[in-house]
């Protein structure tokens, strides 16, 4: 929805809504066309033969994939806009991959398990509380605007978390691990905010 402010010095897209009546742009964001690369230290090298994904903590099945058995997964799409913290954002990115729903009725987290620490090659780790995930938009990705991932972007599997912060959205997966009480990740225990969400502008405490 846009209310005519065109040649009034703010873009249409500024006062695009989302059903819900939230802006879709979240307060303090700027919109970008480039995807900007963000990451602490360097890209990790995983050798695709021993790649792995391991699902592990409070679980009835503990699990483990290779590449073929993520690719033997039934395969969704979604598109969805990127908020990072840094305050940049980008609209309509299709994204392609597993679900995590799907992720939980093949691992079954037991009702003790409340939170997930995501794992990745590297060394990365962050923080979702597991009703944040438990969404059918919220993916495992290998594939970006009908384009195999980058290393630099996170290839071959990252996570991909839209309605929060996109550092919560971990690139270079090796691991889930559900747990009962939520534990800071790499940013979290820098002072980035345990949950993240840009509409309510939880970037950090
Ligand atoms: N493994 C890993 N994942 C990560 C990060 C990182 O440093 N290491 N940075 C996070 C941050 S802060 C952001 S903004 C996004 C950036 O993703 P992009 O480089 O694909 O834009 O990745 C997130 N996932
Ligand atoms: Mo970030």
Redesign the pocket.
Known sequence: MTFGTFGRGSSPQADEMLPDGRPRLPPGQRLVEGWPV??YGGIPQVDLADWELRVFGLVGEELRFDLDQIRALPQVKQRRDIH???AWSRYDNDWEGISFQHLMELSKPTPAAKHVVFHCYGGYTTNVPIEELDRDDVLLVHTHDGEALTAEHGAPLRGMVPQL???KSAKWISGIEFVTDDRPGF?EMYGYHMHGDPWREERYG
């Open positions: 963000l990451h990072c913290v840094t912060y996109f550092w940013w």
